[in-house]
């Protein structure tokens, strides 16, 4: 999904792009907006070098996006 979402966003072709990720297990829907990843790709265009994005564990909380928080009523029979 961030392939096409960034080629789309840079008119790009997604072949030009490649996305590589370690497993990052379940998400829950906390992972499916791509937020930082556009500011790789321009500094990539910029340097015409390969960039690599890692965050920190506070920066993945601070940068990236959440979900609302619940209330759930439960009945167990």
């Given at each position: 999904m ?16 490649r ?55 439960l009945?167990?029979?």
């Amino acid at each position: 999904m961030v392939k096409e979402v960034l080629s789309a966003l840079f008119n790009l072709s997604p072949a030009k792009l490649r996305i590589m990720s370690s497993y990052v297990g379940g998400g829950f829907g906390g992972k499916v907006s791509v937020v930082v990843e556009p500011i790789a790709v321009l500094l990539a265009m910029k340097s015409r070098k390969p960039v690599r994005l890692v965050l920190t564990r506070e920066e993945q909380f601070v940068d990236s996006t959440q979900r609302a928080g619940i209330i759930s009523h439960l009945k167990m029979e």
